[in-house]
């Protein structure tokens, strides 16, 4: 005769539940900031929609990358998200869509507040190149004329203003966004803007003011003929108390 073999004793099949929560394991818990797997692939998604030909899906595809960057800021996974997105971001700084525009430069400045010094090389090689252009295309007539140029040069000032207290900017970019930026303070609506920005760059980059200001006239320090030629227009406008608006 075969022996039984003997199973223990059965389980219960009514007890009560314990109402305890599961716990996460410690090292489940440690691995959880390293970053969301989740949100890269999603921003990785994104990039086709960032390349989409509607702006409907440009702009659901910032605000996504976005939300993932602020998501992955404590995490090692923001600068390799911030590298996959960076060449599509910047694309869409072009102004084919007005609001597309402006909501990139939302992104935009939260990756800078980000990035730092890493971020440096990107600032003069990209972001500059399309902001700069953008501001030498308009004039003070225009923006006082046309409210969709002067939002966006605004948001330029703006954006530009975050860059400057978070990102180390070269020579070149410093001294041009300076007297671009001295341009409009003669449209009354950005003169606030402006005086923002020179401001954050006065502690900074206060030499390269100095010397743009003393060439048109304004620091009574030294004639405008002393200095070299700049390079810059001559018939800039800005106030008397230009140097005392903005600390210099």
């Not at 003929?225 to 210099?248: E, F, M, R, S, T």
Request: contains cysteine; proline residues 7%.
């Amino acid at each position: 005769m075969s022996e039984l073999v003997d199973f223990g004793p059965p389980e219960a099949e009514d007890e009560e539940p314990t109402n305890e929560l599961a716990t996460i394991p410690q090292k489940e818990e440690e691995e959880a900031g390293a970053g969301s797997p989740l949100a890269i692939k999603i921003s990785l998604v994104a990039q086709n929609f960032l390349a989409a030909s509607t702006g409907a899906q440009q702009l659901l595809a910032l605000k996504i990358v976005q939300n993932a960057v602020l998501a992955l800021s404590d995490t090692k996974d923001l600068l390799p998200l911030i590298n996959e997105i960076w060449p599509a971001l910047v694309h869409r700084l072009h102004r084919d869509v007005f609001y597309v525009t402006l909501a990139a430069c939302d992104v935009v400045e939260a990756v800078c507040r980000l990035g730092e010094s890493w971020m440096r090389k990107r600032v003069h090689d990209d972001l500059w190149l399309h902001f700069e252009r953008i501001l030498r295309e308009a004039s003070p007539v225009s923006v006082a004329q046309r409210s969709t140029e002067r939002d966006l040069v605004f948001r330029i000032l703006r954006t530009m203003r975050t860059v400057v207290y978070h990102v180390p900017l070269d020579d070149p970019t410093a001294w041009n966004l300076a007297w671009l930026a001295l341009r409009f303070l003669e449209c009354e609506p950005l003169a606030p803007y402006v005086l923002d920005l020179l401001r954050a760059m006065v502690p900074v980059y206060g030499d390269k003011i100095w010397l743009i200001l003393a060439k048109l006239g304004h620091t009574g320090d030294i004639s405008p003929a002393d200095i070299p030629n700049l390079g810059i227009p001559a018939h800039i406008k800005v106030p008397a108390n230009i140097c005392q608006a903005i600390g210099l």
